[in-house]
C-alpha cells in the first residue's frame, strides 16, 4: 500500500490564522505530497499572507505540491453547512482531476482547517495507525486544545468520530462511502463508514490546536445539525449535559435551543438511509464498539 498523502484547506478571512498553519504544516515529519489551499472570496489579506508564508517555508515544501484555487460560491458568509462540504467536493474534484493529469494516485486524503495547527508528528502518526489497521477507514486526533481567547480549554473527540476539519481518509473508504453535499457532512461521511464495516476513530495521543468551536457560528449550529441529522433528542440532552459538567454552559444551552429551533420551524433533514440509521441507534451501535 502506497501512503501519498494530499490535503485540502479551505479559508475565508483567515488572515490572522494563515501564518500558524503554515509553519505547523512546515514542521511537519511527514509532509502531504499534495496540498490544495482553497480561497473562498477572502477580502482580508488571507491569500497575500498564505503566498509569502509559504515563499518563507519554501524549504520545507520541496516536495510537496502547493496549489491556491480560488472558489465562488452563491452563499458570500462563512463556510457552513451544506457550504462548506461543496467548498469541500470541489477540493476533492481537483485532487482526482491532478491524479488523472499526473498519473498520480493519492492513498490518503484529509482536510485542515486554517485555524488547526497540527502536533508535528500528527500526520506520521496517523499513516501509521492506517498501516497498523486495514479496516479503519476515517481518523484524526481526539485532543483538541481549544482557544478560548483568555484561556485554553483541553476537549476530547468521541473515540468513533473524526471532526471534519482535521480528519484523513484512507482513499478505499472515501470511494465506497463517497461524499455528498450535505449539513455536518463529516458527521454523516462517518456514519456511513460505519455502517459499511470501515472504522472511524480519533486517538488520543494526538492533538491540535484550533480556536473555540463554533467561535463564528455559535453552538445552535450544532444543535441544528443534530435535529437534521435525526439525532433523538434524548441523546442531544446527554451531549448538553457533557458540555454543562465541563463548564461550557453557554454552548450547551445554545446546543439544546438550536435543535429545538430547527425541530419547531421543520427544517430539512438529510434523507441518506445508512446514516439515518446510525444516527436514530446510536447508542446501539456505541455499544457494539462502533
Given at each position: 500500500?502506497?501512503?501519498?498523502?494530499?490535503?485540502?484547506?479551505?479559508?475565508?478571512?483567515?488572515?490572522?490564522?494563515?501564518?500558524?498553519?503554515?509553519?505547523?504544516?512546515?514542521?511537519?515529519?511527514?509532509?502531504?505530497?499534495?496540498?490544495?489551499?482553497?480561497?473562498?472570496?477572502?477580502?482580508?489579506?488571507?491569500?497575500?499572507?498564505?503566498?509569502?508564508?509559504?515563499?518563507?517555508?519554501?524549504?520545507?515544501?520541496?516536495?510537496?505540491?502547493?496549489?491556491?484555487?480560488d472558489y465562488e460560491d452563491e452563499e458570500k458568509g462563512y463556510a457552513l453547512?451544506?457550504?462548506?462540504?461543496?467548498?469541500?467536493?470541489?477540493?476533492?474534484?481537483?485532487?482526482?482531476?491532478?491524479?488523472?493529469?499526473?498519473?498520480?494516485?493519492?492513498?490518503?486524503?484529509?482536510?485542515?482547517?486554517?485555524?488547526?495547527?497540527?502536533?508535528?508528528?500528527?500526520?506520521?502518526?496517523?499513516?501509521?495507525?492506517?498501516?497498523?489497521?486495514?479496516?479503519?477507514?476515517?481518523?484524526?486526533?481526539?485532543?483538541?486544545?481549544?482557544?478560548?481567547?483568555?484561556?485554553?480549554?483541553?476537549?476530547?473527540?468521541?473515540?468513533?468520530?473524526?471532526?471534519?476539519?482535521?480528519?484523513?481518509?484512507?482513499?478505499?473508504?472515501?470511494?465506497?462511502?463517497?461524499?455528498?453535499?450535505?449539513?455536518?457532512?463529516?458527521?454523516?461521511?462517518?456514519?456511513?463508514?460505519?455502517?459499511?464495516?470501515?472504522?472511524?476513530?480519533?486517538?488520543?495521543?494526538?492533538?491540535?490546536?484550533?480556536?473555540?468551536?463554533?467561535?463564528?457560528?455559535?453552538?445552535?449550529?450544532?444543535?441544528?445539525?443534530?435535529?437534521?441529522?435525526?439525532?433523538?433528542?434524548?441523546?442531544?440532552?446527554?451531549?448538553?449535559?457533557?458540555?454543562?459538567?465541563?463548564?461550557?454552559?453557554?454552548?450547551?444551552?445554545?446546543?439544546?435551543?438550536g435543535y429545538k429551533e430547527a425541530s419547531k420551524q421543520k427544517v430539512g433533514?438529510?434523507?441518506?438511509?445508512?446514516?439515518?440509521?446510525?444516527?436514530?441507534?446510536?447508542?446501539?451501535?456505541?455499544?457494539?464498539?462502533?
Open positions: 500500500m502506497g501512503n501519498k498523502l494530499a490535503i485540502v484547506t479551505p479559508a475565508k478571512n483567515e488572515a490572522k490564522n494563515i501564518q500558524n498553519l503554515i509553519q505547523g504544516m512546515a514542521s511537519q515529519t511527514c509532509k502531504p505530497d499534495l496540498w490544495i489551499f482553497i480561497n473562498d472570496g477572502s477580502t482580508d489579506d488571507t491569500v497575500q499572507i498564505f503566498e509569502k508564508e509559504l515563499d518563507n517555508h519554501a524549504s520545507a515544501f520541496k516536495n510537496t505540491i502547493v496549489l491556491r484555487v453547512g451544506p457550504k462548506y462540504s461543496r467548498i469541500i467536493k470541489f477540493g476533492l474534484e481537483q485532487i482526482f482531476d491532478l491524479e488523472k493529469k499526473n498519473k498520480a494516485d493519492y492513498n490518503f486524503i484529509g482536510i485542515l482547517d486554517s485555524d488547526v495547527v497540527p502536533e508535528k508528528d500528527y500526520y506520521r502518526s496517523l499513516l501509521e495507525n492506517f498501516r497498523k489497521d486495514s479496516k479503519l477507514g476515517i481518523a484524526s486526533a481526539a485532543r483538541q486544545l481549544e482557544d478560548y481567547g483568555s484561556e485554553i480549554i483541553t476537549s476530547y473527540v468521541n473515540r468513533s468520530f473524526a471532526p471534519s476539519g482535521f480528519r484523513v481518509w484512507r482513499r478505499k473508504c472515501l470511494d465506497e462511502t463517497g461524499y455528498k453535499i450535505s449539513v455536518s457532512q463529516d458527521a454523516v461521511s462517518a456514519a456511513k463508514a460505519i455502517m459499511m464495516d470501515w472504522k472511524v476513530r480519533s486517538f488520543p495521543d494526538l492533538e491540535v490546536r484550533l480556536r473555540q468551536r463554533g467561535a463564528k457560528f455559535g453552538y445552535e449550529y450544532y444543535g441544528k445539525s443534530a435535529y437534521m441529522r435525526h439525532v433523538p433528542y434524548l441523546y442531544v440532552w446527554a451531549g448538553a449535559a457533557r458540555m454543562f459538567l465541563k463548564g461550557k454552559k453557554a454552548d450547551a444551552r445554545q446546543y439544546i435551543n433533514r438529510i434523507d441518506d438511509p445508512l446514516a439515518i440509521k446510525y444516527f436514530r441507534h446510536r447508542f446501539y451501535y456505541k455499544l457494539l464498539g462502533k
